[in-house]
């Protein structure tokens, strides 16, 4: 029979390892030298060196060699098995520490993930900044008009007084109309211009609120890295016992119990009663519950902003219909008046043709950021890698 050798793959040493052997029979190497040249004929040059026995301590490391070993030893058998169950030990060890240095590895790019799309979100704020400060000029570019149009029926107003009573009475009954309507539209405005501080206002606030919570969501991450890594160290000292008698496996609801609580209410003494062997199964559900909580928090950060950002565009388009609608029985108030009052209808027109012009503006506005939108609709809350 052919001696069995078990060989350890270890980083440090390159040996085998055999159990002690009795009668361990080297062939002596043939010396030739010229310190034994005087030999007999007989012997031509052949010393035969005496008999060595090699008496090792048991489970030492020696340097694997070819050496015949005394197949009659009684505690071979178990030896040798021992030494079969240690390396079989060993190699789930390993194997066990690769797949949660690959967990951990993909951690760390869900980590890098996040932070590039918490930039993507200030992109976003930046751009709806923007877009409230084109919304202000446009407020001041209305106001510019409003005092063009007081500066213009005032012109009318002395230019008219010179007619009969009836139509200057006639003409100063409409004109006060007119400056009502100015007036009212004076009140719109200033009111817009405090929705539309009040909306950047709430627009910051939300964005710090966002940032708070990205914020804490890094922190639970690097929390629940920690709590791997705890994990980890606790499957190695268990690993390295190497327990011949395996424990009894807790059922999968019992099992996910005990990981709620430990990531819920922090109970770190609730990890004890997890065995060995379900260990792995432990650190899949974990990261399950994480990547549910995390989604959940997303999501509504994502219809809050959304559902400002509608308000928004609503407030706006209800306060240009109002404006439409106002200027609209102005035109209807002045296609009544008389002849003297055909200039004031040019003028009226061409006012109209820039409030058409500034509309025209506003959608432009509009499909700009609505293009801005589908550019950055690859943000995705519900991405399995948003970790």
């Not at 000029?137 to 007081?150: A, D, G, H, N, P």
């Not at 424990?247 to 009663?273: G, H, M, P, T, W």
């Not at 439409?324 to 008389?338: A, L, T, V």
């Amino acid at each position: 029979m052919l001696k069995q050798q078990t060989q350890l793959n270890t980083p440090s040493t390159q040996f085998t390892a055999r159990t002690p052997e009795k009668n361990m029979a080297i062939k002596p190497p043939q010396i030739q030298s010229d310190i034994y040249n005087y030999t007999p004929h007989e012997s031509r040059g052949i010393i035969l060196l005496p008999y060595q026995q090699n008496y090792q301590l048991p489970g030492t490391l020696i340097p694997q060699q070819d050496v015949q070993a005394d197949i009659q030893s009684p505690a071979r058998g178990y030896e040798i098995n021992s030494l079969a169950n240690i390396s079989d030990n060993i190699k789930h060890i390993t194997q066990n520490l690769e797949e949660l240095q690959v967990e951990l590895k993909q951690e760390k790019q869900k980590r890098l993930d996040i932070e590039n799309k918490f930039e993507q979100l200030q992109q976003q704020n930046q751009e709806l900044e923007q877009e409230l400060n084109k919304q202000k000029q446009i407020c001041k570019q209305m106001e510019y008009f409003s005092k063009e149009l007081e500066s213009k029926l005032q012109n009318q107003v002395t230019i008219t007084s010179s007619h009969s009573s009836v139509e200057n009475e006639n003409q100063q009954n409409i004109f006060r109309q007119v400056e009502t309507q100015m007036i009212e539209l004076k009140k719109q405005l200033e009111q817009e211009k405090l929705k539309s501080s009040n909306e950047s206002d709430k627009l910051i606030k939300e964005f710090k609120i966002i940032y708070q919570e990205q914020k804490n969501l890094n922190q639970k991450l690097l929390d629940d890295n920690t709590q791997l890594q705890k994990a980890i160290r606790s499957i190695e000292k268990s690993s390295k016992k190497a327990q011949k008698q395996s424990s009894n496996l807790l059922e999968e609801a019992k099992l996910r119990k005990i990981v709620e609580l430990f990531y819920f209410d922090n109970n770190e003494e609730c990890l004890i009663q997890i065995p060995t062997e379900q260990q792995l199964e432990a650190i899949k559900i974990l990261k399950q519950i994480s990547q549910s909580q995390n989604s959940k928090t997303q999501k509504d950060q994502t219809d809050k902003k959304w559902s400002a950002k509608k308000e928004l565009k609503n407030q706006q388009e209800q306060l240009i219909g109002e404006i439409k609608g106002q200027m609209g029985k102005f035109i209807d108030q002045k296609n009544i008046q008389q002849k003297d009052v055909i200039k004031l209808q040019k003028e009226s027109a061409e006012l109209i043709r820039q409030l058409d012009q500034v509309e025209s503006y506003k959608q432009e506005i509009e499909q700009s950021s609505k293009h801005n939108s589908h550019k950055n609709s690859n943000v995705s809350f519900k991405n399995n890698n948003f970790y």
